[in-house]
C-alpha cells in the first residue's frame, strides 16, 4: 500500500508494468519490490523445495524470496531480484516455481511432506536402483525444486566489459563511503566510488536521521554532487563491487539503468576490471532475521526492509504491523511507522532489560514463536514469560542485528573474526593488501561513527600512497550505542527458517549435526544451507550459530564457510562480454582475403588467420573437385597462393648469423648474401619445435620465415635465446609478420609469369636464391623457394601493394592455365612432397625422426643439440616418418589411423606407428599418407596394416619413402 | 595480479606469458653432463613462499622478466629484466 510521504520516488513520474499478466502502476525510483508492495502484493515467489508461499524479506541485493524471471526468448532472465530491479514503462516479470500459478501451485504438496524431506533427503532416498538416479530421479527432482529458468536460446543482448584504474577506490556510498571518497578527493586523488543501488547514500537513503543539519538523503546527494564537481571524482552508481583480487585488482558488475540500456545497442551490463593504488570497502551491513516458527510467512521483513519501503519508497505491507528486535533498532522502526501514521500493534524487544517511551504494547524479554496465516501474515503469536499471546499483524519487521559486509576481505584468504560485542564477525584487519574497511563493514552502526571511520580509513589509504591528507571538517551526525542481545532461533516446535532460498530450517542443521556433519562447510553441503544466488548472505551466521550450539561449541570455534567471488551474481555473459560469436578469437585477415571471398572460396581457419579452402570453378560441386583441379593446375601450368600468414621475422646485426647459429640445427653464419636455407628449430629438450626458410638479405641482415602456427612460439623463443642465454649478442629482430604480403607462384610457367612481371633480369635467381627486386616503383623481395615441389617462387611487397599485387597474379596466372589455389591443394602439394608441417612436429618427433638428423651441426652447439644426442631420443628403434599408399581394396588412410605388423592382433601393445596426413594425390593417382612408424627408414616396401577403430577402417598398405612424387626433387631446380 | 614490466610499468598479469623457474637463465655448457641437463630441464622446486619465475612481456615490449614472487600470499617482491639478471651471474 502506498502511503503519503516524501521518499525518494517520483510521483509525477507513474510507471505501468506487469507481474505474472497483470497490469498494475508505480513510480519513477521504484523498484518491482515497492511497486508490488504498493499494490498490495505480498506473495512474489515460492520458496525452492516446499513451495512454500513467499514474500519479499529484504529491500536490497541479498533478497533470497522475491527472484523473478523478466523478458522473453532469447533475452529471457531468471532469478532477479526484484528489490534490486528498477521499475521501467513496459517491465513484463513473473513470479518462478509455481504452476499453474503463483497463488495455486500444486507442487505446494511438497510442503505437507517436508517431514520426509529433510536434510540428505535425496541421499538417503535415491540410493537405489542405481540407474534410475540419472534416468528418473534427478530429473524430477530438478522439475519439482529449483529457481528460474533460462530459455535455452542464445543470449541476444549487449554486454561489455571495460578497464579502470584509480588511486582509491571506494566501495560503497553510504556514509563512510561518501566521507572517505570525500577525504580522497580533498587530498587530490583519482577516486572512483562505486555502490551497487541507483542512489548512494546507502543507509541515508531509508532512514530519517539528519546530518550536517540536513536529512540523510539530501546530505548524500550534496556530497555527490560536490564530488562530481570536483572532476578527479568518478561515482559509479549500479555498480557492485563482487571480488577482490591480487595486486589491487578488483572486479566490478554494472547494470546500466533501464532507460539507457534499452537505446539500440546498448548494453545491459559492463563488467569492469578495476585496478586501484588503495581501496576503501565501505559496503555497509546486512540485517539478519530471527528463526521461529514460519517466521517465512510473506510479510515477515527485516525490520531495515520495512523502514526502506517506508522512508524511501512510501509504502508498506500492511496497517497493522509488529516489530520484533533485539537491539534499538526495533525502537526505531516503531518510530518511523507511527510517524508516517501507522499502527503498530507490537513492539517486541528480546533484550530483558530494554525500556520503551513509545506509546505502543511492548513485550521486554520477549519472542515471537510463530506466524500464521498461509500466503500472507495475519497475526504473530507472542512469547513472554506470562505466556502467549496472539497480535494481529499484516508485518512483522524483525531484527536479529547486523552482519557487516566483510566477503571482500576474505576473497584473498582473509578469514573473519568474531566480535562479542555486535554478535557479529568482522573483517581481519589486512587481510587483502591496500583494502581498507571502514563503517558498517566493520561493525561500526552509528552515522557519526562511520563518517568517522570513513575518515579514518581514507587516510590509512593516503598515508599508504605518500599523499597529504586535507582539513575537511566532519559534519554532524547522530550517534547510537549498538546494545545487542543474541537472538538466533526461537525454540519451539515446527519448522523456523534460517536459509529461505534454499528452505533450510532450523531443525535440518540440527539433524546435520546429529548426524556427524559438524564441520560448517559439511552442515553446508549437506543441508545446502548458504548457496543459490543470496550465498547465504541472510542465514550464514545464524545457521552457524544453530550448528555451534546443536555441537556444544562456541561460534569462533565453528567459524564460516569460504567467502568467494562474486558478491552478487554475474552473469556468464558480463564476464565473457564481448567473446560471443566472432568476439570469441581476434580475426586475422591477409590482404588477398577480399579478393579470395570475391572467388567464392570458403576461408578456414588457421589459428587467427583466415585462409582459402580452395576457388571453386563453375560445374564444381565438390571440394575434391576444386582441389585436384588446383593441384594438376600447379603441376601442369602455374599457381599463386597466398602464404603471407607465415610468422616472418627481420633479423639484424653484426651477430645475427651467430644468433641464428644458435636457434637452428644448421649453419646460417656461412649462409651466402643471397641465399635461402632451410632450417629446423629445436626446443631445449632435442624435440623439433618448427621449422621454415630464412634469407639472406646482406651481410647483418636476414628474413627468417616460421610457420603460420608458430609464429608467436618462435618470437616468443627467439627473445629468450637473444635475452636469457645469448645477451651478450648484438643482434636485433621484429616480427614483420604484418608488414609484409608474400604469395607462392609454383608451376612449370612461374618462371615465365614472373619474367613478365618483373623482366628477365630480376627472375634470374638460383634454386635457394633471394634477392631485392622492383615491381613497377616498388621494392619487394624475390625468393627462389618451392612448398610444393614445383619450380617456384615466393614475392613479397609491402602489405598495402598485397591485394593489388594478388589480382594481378592471378589475372597473369589464369592467363597461362593457371590460377590461385588454396589450403586443399597446398596440402596435397607438400605431401606429394613429403614435406612436414606441424602435423608431422608436433612435439614428440625429433630431427632424426623426420630424417633430418644430418642438419643437425657437428661443428656447433645450438638450442636443443646436447639432449637431441641423449639415447632415448638418437637410438635406431623410433618411429619415423614414411610414406603410405594403400594395397587393399579400401583406399583410405585416414590421419589418426594407427600401424600394425601385418597379421598383429590391433591393440595399443602391437602399436607400430600412426598416420599424420593423408590426401588423395592426383599426381599420384592413389591416395597417399605421411605417417611414423618403428624403424620406418629401414622398412620401405613392406606392407602393414592399417587400422582406424574409430572410423572402421581396417587395411593394409605399403610403406614408402615419403617422398612420393618427384623423388630426385628435378622439377624443383629446373 | 599486476607485474612491473622493468620497462612498461605495471601491468596486468594477462600481458604477460608465464614460462616456468628463472633456472631457465643458467643453461649447462654442453658437455656437462646428463645430470646436469636433467636438472635445467626437469627438475623444479616448488616452494610454498619465494620463487623467481620467467614472465615474457607478450602484450607489451617483448621483454623477458624475472619475478620474484610469494607463491602463498601472491605478492610480487620485484621484477628485474633477465638481460640485467645474467649479467649479474644470476
Redesign the interface.
Known sequence: MRIDGKGLIDRRKPISFRFDGQRYDGFAGDTLASALLANDIRLMGRSFKYHRPRGVLTAGSEEPNALVTTGLGPAQEPNVRATTLELYEGLMARSQNRWPSLGFDLMAVNDLAAPFLGAGFYYKTFMWPKAFWEKIYEPVIRNAAGLGALSGEANSDKYEKA?AHCDLLVIGAGPAGLWAAMEGARAGLDVILCDEDTQPGGRLNAETETVGGMAGAEWAASVVAELRAMGNVRIMTRTAVIGA?????YGALERLAPEVAQRPGAARECFW?I?AGQAVLAAGAIERPVAFRNNDRPGIMTAGAVRAYLNRWNVTAGRNIAVYGNTDEAHRSVRDLQAAGLHVSALIDARPHATCDLDVPFFAGAEVSNAEGRQALEAVEIRTAKGVEKIRAECLAMSGGWNPNVHLTCH?GGRPVWDRDIAAFVPQPGAV?GLHVAGAARGVFDTAGCLADGRRAARAALEALGRKAAEVDLPEAETARYDIWPVWAVPGKGRAWLDFQNDVTVKDVRQAAVENFRSVEHMKRYTTQGMATDQGKNSNVAALAVLADATGRGIPETGTTTFRPPFVPVSIAALGAGAQGKGFAPQRFTTSHDASVARGAPMIEAGLWYRPSYFPQAGETHWRQSCDREVQMVRRAVGVSDVSTLGKIDIQGPDAGAFLDMVYTGMFSTLKEGRVRYGLMLR??GYVMDDGTTARMGADHYVMTTTTAAA?QV??HL??VH???C?QMDVRFISVTEQWAQFAVAGPKARDLLTELLGADQVDLPFMGCGAVRIDEIDARLFRISFSGEAGYEIAVPARYGAALFERLCEMAEARDGGPYGMEALNVLRIEKGFITHAEIHGRVTAKDIGMGGMVSAKK?CVG???AA?PGLSEDLREELVGLRPLGEIKELPAGAHLFDEGAEAMAENDQGYVTSSCYSPSCESVLALGFLKNGRARHGERVRLVDHLRGVDTICEVQDPVQFDADGGRMRD | MRITCPLCGARDRREFYYSGAAVALDRPAPEAGAEVWDDYLHNRDNPAGVTRDMWYHELGCGSWVVVTRNTVSHEVIGTALARDEKGRGA
Open positions: 578497464f583480487y591480487d595486486g589491487g585488482t576490471r585496478t584473498m593488501p631445449e629438450d608467436g618470437m616468443r627473445d629468450f635475452q636469457c642465454l645477451p652447439d643439440k646436447p639432449m641423449r
